[in-house]
């Protein structure tokens, strides 16, 4: 018995990546699954039916049901299509999971529109259509599971303003559908994740330090710590009938490490009988805001976050699976 018997998952952006390994992922739980892929490159350009039809071909060998669509997330006449498609071709709509995505990366200052546009027309304006459409029939049959990739970058990656915006961007997204959506028992969780793909390949930090292996990241991936495979339980179990209770929240997939992240929340406040004037503000926001004022925000690395939490504060549930919290107080007291 799979997790996934009788659903159906459309997954874009499935024909590599982080994607490929969700939809198969899902199909080997039970779920039929639509294989969206535009097979654009990198930086979203060109077409290719490859990709979509490579993955739809290794569901149905491993004997699984799946259909294809090579069509863009961006275009929003191709989304609606996209989920009558799903109901047409494989009986239904139960779980979309938006992994479509593409980089033009530059710094603010010399970022022209066009490497703007198209990087949030995939990412945002594709997630929207996706969930815009999907939406419609998860509310008519009261259920449904929306599972949304964000960024780490969305933290502050310097050089991708236009992908940190869009990911952003998706985070809202999904929280307004989780919030939205929850009374018909639909629900919209997103995902941090992680894994040595092509995009991994574009970061000049690794074109560096890979020149002289001969190998890209994406390469070397399969079976390590970095396989982008590593994301595909944690979406699945998020669509699981036993997820029900788990919406609006976001979570990390880094390696070996499912992460629960914590949402934007007050953690100072400064409050007076009257509107301060600019000259207490410069006297009193130093004070009352410190330490936190001075932390550098500009640094998005969640992975080296996990890297650097000392070894004594992890607890072992049980050989091989250790847990890390921040509200972990006593150990000893925790019940699994
Ligand atoms: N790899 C990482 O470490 C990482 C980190 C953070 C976020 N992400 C996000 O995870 C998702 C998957 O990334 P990946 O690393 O597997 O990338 P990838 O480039 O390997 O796969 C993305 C796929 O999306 C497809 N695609 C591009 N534009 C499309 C469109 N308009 N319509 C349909 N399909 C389209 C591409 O053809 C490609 O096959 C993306 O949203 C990415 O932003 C990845």
Redesign the pocket.
């Known amino acids: 018995m799979g997790k996934l018997d009788g659903k159906v998952a459309l997954v ?10 969700i939809a198969l992922l899902m199909a080997q739980e039970g779920a039929s699954v639509l294989v ?7 930086d ?1 350009a060109g077409i ?1 039916q490859g ?2 039809a490579t993955v739809a071909r290794e569901i149905e060998d491993l004997g699984g049901k799946a259909a294809k669509n ?6 929003y006449a191709a989304a609606e299509a996209m989920i009558q498609q799903a109901v047409d071709e494989l009986g239904g709509l139960d779980i979309v999971v ?6 033009r990366d530059r710094m603010i200052f010399n970022m022209s529109y066009d490497e703007w546009k198209p990087v949030l ?3 945002l304006k ?1 997630t929207f259509n996706i969930c815009r459409w999907a939406s419609v029939r998860f509310r008519e049959q009261r259920y449904g599971r929306i599972i949304n ?5 969305a933290l502050g990656a310097p050089g991708q303003p236009n ?1 940190a915006a869009a ?1 952003a961007g ?1 985070t809202g997204l999904t929280l307004t559908c989780a919030n939205g959506l929850a009374r018909y028992n639909v629900t919209a969780n997103a ?10 390949d574009s970061i000049p930090r690794m074109v560096e330090q890979f020149k002289d292996q001969g190998k890209m990241p ?1 390469e070397i991936a399969e079976g390590t710590e970095k396989d ?1 495979k590593h ?1 595909a339980p944690l979406a699945t179990f998020l669509a699981t009938e036993e997820a029900a209770h788990v919406n609006g929240h976001l979570f990390g997939s880094f390696g070996y490490n499912y992460v629960l992240m914590s949402q934007p929340k007050v953690i100072k406040t400064l409050r007076s009988e009257h509107r301060l004037s600019v000259d207490e503000l410069v006297e009193w926001i130093p004070k009352a805001f410190s330490p936190e004022l001075e932390e550098i925000t500009s640094d998005p690395g969640v992975s080296q976050a996990i890297e650097a939490l000392p070894d004594g504060e992890w607890f072992e549930v049980r050989p091989g699976i250790r847990y890390w919290g921040s509200r972990l107080e006593p150990y000893g007291e925790l019940t699994w």
């Open positions: 874009t952006g499935a024909g590599r990546g982080i994607g490929r390994g969206n892929d535009l097979g654009a490159s990198l979203g290719d990709p979509a090579t069509e863009s997330v961006a275009d938006n992994c479509a995505g593409i980089l027309d995939v990412h594709g990739m964000t960024s780490n970058s992908y990911k998706i995902i941090m994740p992680s894994g040595w793909t092509r995009m991994i994406s982008p994301v």
